[in-house]
């Protein structure tokens, strides 16, 4: 593997561990706040994902055969989109909210702005560490798969007790071929990507806390609808277009919602609860 292209690779994944890290660290210092909440955005998101995930495995695939054999496409791909932004929404939104709305009271943390902004780092900032990590392992990986010769394929298939078949040994070329071909550049959309993920987290988070402290239960809704939507936005021009779009469709979502997280963090300032 070109040594630029895995500099390239470890850098960005660098970035993508130390960059909530850093921003978790500069809310805490400037605000004065305990690390705790941010483990606690980290914590409840895993647990989330936890029961988000299967239920995703459980209900996708026959939903999709159902989708397809009663519409023609690309109705069935808009209604899976549309069904997986729902779950995405509801899940995470709710959990969101059940956080706020009890685990706080329980660890004594307080109702304000801050503490809700720094949950919002440890919710989004989780994912984009965990994917900095897994792009270490698959970096490493590509590694060691472009290294494989002939003579190295045969010695995994004598590993693998002789199990290898020609179609499995020439996707194995294939994969070889791709990784010859990878580019710094091509490291560079994920990075993007997290950090709008991020962004969005943090405006939905505030969007939550502004429905527990203001006991108006709108702003969880537009929070659910908000991530439904760029959920499902994504999955559909991720099967029909090209990153240009995706990515794209990602920045104006972030831009609404960092409009409705502007307006919940200056409406908190007077209505935070001590």
């Not at 630029?4 to 978790?24: N, S």
């Not at 299967?54 to 026959?62: D, E």
């Amino acid at each position: 593997m070109d040594p630029v292209v895995l500099l390239t690779f470890g850098i960005v994944a660098l970035l993508e561990i130390l960059i909530p890290l850093a921003l978790g660290f500069w809310i805490v210092k400037k605000y004065h706040l305990s690390w705790k909440v941010f483990g606690l955005g980290l914590g409840f998101f895993i647990l989330v994902q936890v029961l988000h995930v299967p239920f995703v495995f459980l209900t996708q695939t026959p939903l999709s055969g159902l989708f397809s054999g009663w519409f023609e496409p690309p109705i069935p791909l808009v209604l899976s989109a549309l069904y997986l932004g729902l779950l995405a929404g509801l899940f995470e939104e709710i959990g969101r909210w059940l956080v706020f709305k009890y685990v706080f009271q329980n660890q004594k943390v307080s109702l304000s702005r801050e503490n809700g902004l720094l949950f919002g780092v440890g919710w989004g900032g989780v994912e984009c560490m965990l994917i900095g990590v897994i792009l270490i392992v698959t970096a490493v990986g590509f590694s060691t798969l472009e290294s494989l010769d002939d003579a190295g394929i045969a010695d995994l298939n004598q590993q693998s007790g002789g199990t290898l078949t020609q179609e499995q040994v020439d996707q194995i070329k294939q994969q070889q071929e791709t990784v010859k071909n990878l580019t710094p550049v091509d490291a560079l959309p994920g990075l993007l990507e997290r950090l709008l993920a991020m962004g969005l987290h943090l405006s939905f988070s505030l969007l939550v806390f502004r429905s527990i402290v203001e006991s108006n239960k709108i702003w969880l809704i537009l929070a659910i609808v908000l991530h439904s939507l760029v959920d499902a936005v994504v999955v559909y021009l991720a099967q029909t277009a090209g990153l240009f779009e995706v990515y794209g469709a990602l920045m104006v979502f972030v831009a609404v919602s960092a409009f409705f997280g502007f307006k919940a963090w200056n409406a908190l300032k007077s209505t935070a609860l001590a």
